[in-house]
Every structure is written in C-alpha cells, then in structure tokens.
C-alpha cells in the first residue's frame, strides 16, 4: 500500500489590500470621532455648569461617552472599511498583541485604567481627588490620562494605569458638596467654651456651608500641653469654594477672637516644639 506523504497547506487568509483610499477613509472616521467628542464634551460642560446639584452627574456622562464613540470608529474601520473576517480579525488581534508586548502595554495599560475608571467610578469628573502627592479636581478622564486641576491652578495629567498600582481618595464621592476640615489654634489660657461658641457661629451662618441630616456639622477641640486646637467639620455646598469656605471662617472668627481677647499660640509651639 502506496504511503501519500503530501502535506495538506491550509488555505491562504488574504488580508484586504490597503490603498491610500482606505487609510484615508479610515483617517477621517477617526479625526470625525475625535471632532464630535470634542464638541459633545464642550456641550455638555457648558449644561453641567448650569445644572446646579446636577453638575458632577452631567459630567460623569462625557468620559463613557468618549470610550463608547472611540469604540465604534474603530469597529467601523475593522468591520466595514477594512471588511476584515473573524479569521482576520484574529490576525489582528494576534498582531495588536505582539505590538502591546514589544512597546504599546503602557499605552494599552492606560486604556485599560480608563475603561475601569469609567466603568467603576472610583472617581468620576468633577470630583475633588488625591493621586498620590496630587490634589485637585478632575476635568478630563481621557483614554490615556486623567487630568486634574489643582489649588494653583496647574494642570495635572496622571496615567491612567496608576488605578492599578495606587490608592486614590475622593473628597466627595460624586457629590456636589463635601467635607472641609478646618484648623485653628488658641493659647491654652484663653476661653475654651466662648471660643468654640464664635467658631461655630462663624461656620453655621457662611454662605458657603452645607447642612443637613445626613450633612451635620461638628465642632471639636483638642487640648495640647501649650495650646488648643479648634477643629470644625462640616460640608461646603460646591466643592468649587472649598477655599473660600475655609478663609471666610477662618477670617470671621479670629476677628471675633480679637475681639474677645482670645489669643494664638506662638507659631514656634504649634509646630511642634513643646508637644
């Protein structure tokens, strides 16, 4: 009996010619999608600074936007432009991931975060959050970065992978308002209860606070071997004015502390010496 050692090749997958038409084509469906997220982000900004309490649940609608239309653009382009195949579609696949390991895992890392970040929402536009050594409040989660704009004014872009390797706290969870803490310091001999009683005054009648039952107010002290330490809790209505809350207590009641004699340690023992 006669042996057939020929060897059965599997069929040739042809890959669809690229001419300068479909890189063109697919070139344009991008710049369109990147076009109509921008003016989509612009419009819905320009709505979430006029919704009021709504603002944060406007802008927690653009980065899912973003990914949604960035996703669609690249299927167009695998699916009807290209008309790739399911086993073409696996040669690309296959491709995408040989470039992820010899180069792109830090970008395809950064996507990834993005997705997880939208999806989960550890943190969501709008919110008031510290990344490692930054605070600020974030205006942008892009498909690489997430952009924050901090107490100075500068702009912070952190990657997105960072999700995976770092802890990340939000002041205010997706909330309009949120939790300020405020500090402030009197001599260990001035008096306790009329100081506490003009600090509380000062924070309940700002323009500026939040109260509520599930938003109270707090006003706290803590005795130190040579001073006191004041401390006030309560919700700023826009986390936007966080600072301006802080100031405007803080400036309203050491008026009335001078006013009432009450006096501030030296600087030198409330930074520590003494303690």
């Avoid at 491709?95 to 792109?104: K, P, R, S, T």
């Avoid at 600020?136 to 999700?163: H, Q, Y």
Wanted: net charge neutral.
């Amino acid at each position: 009996m006669a042996i057939n050692n020929t060897s059965i090749d599997p069929p040739p997958i042809d890959l669809p010619s690229i001419d300068l038409g479909t890189i063109l084509l697919s070139i344009f469906i991008l710049i369109f999608a990147y076009i109509l997220i921008r003016i989509i982000t612009f419009i819905l900004t320009w709505l979430s600074e006029n919704a009021g309490i709504y603002r944060i649940n406007v802008k927690m609608t653009i980065p899912l936007l973003k990914f949604s239309i960035y996703g669609i653009a690249i299927y167009y382009i695998l699916n009807k432009v290209l008309e790739l195949s399911s086993d073409q579609l696996i040669i690309f696949g296959g491709l995408l991931g040989a470039g992820i390991g010899f180069g792109l895992k830090d970008l395809f890392a950064d996507v990834i975060g993005g997705i997880v970040i939208t999806l989960e929402k550890p943190y969501q536009m709008g919110d008031k959050i510290k990344i490692r050594d930054d605070y600020g409040e974030v205006s942008d989660i892009g498909i690489r970065a997430t952009k924050i704009i901090t107490p100075d004014d500068n702009l912070v872009s952190i990657p997105n992978f960072v999700i995976f390797s770092e802890s990340v706290a939000s002041a205010n969870s997706g909330n309009p308002e949120m939790m300020k803490v405020i500090d402030l310091y009197i001599d260990h001999d001035s008096d306790t209860e009329l100081a506490m009683k003009i600090l509380k005054e000062a924070l309940i009648t700002s323009k500026y606070v939040f109260i509520s039952k599930k938003r109270p107010y707090t006003v706290l002290i803590k005795d130190h071997p040579y001073y006191k330490c004041l401390r006030a809790k309560s919700y700023v209505n826009d986390l936007r004015y966080e600072f301006e809350f802080e100031s405007d207590v803080t400036r309203r009641t050491l008026k009335e502390f001078s006013k009432n004699s009450i006096k501030t340690p030296k600087l030198n023992i409330i930074s520590g010496e003494g303690v």
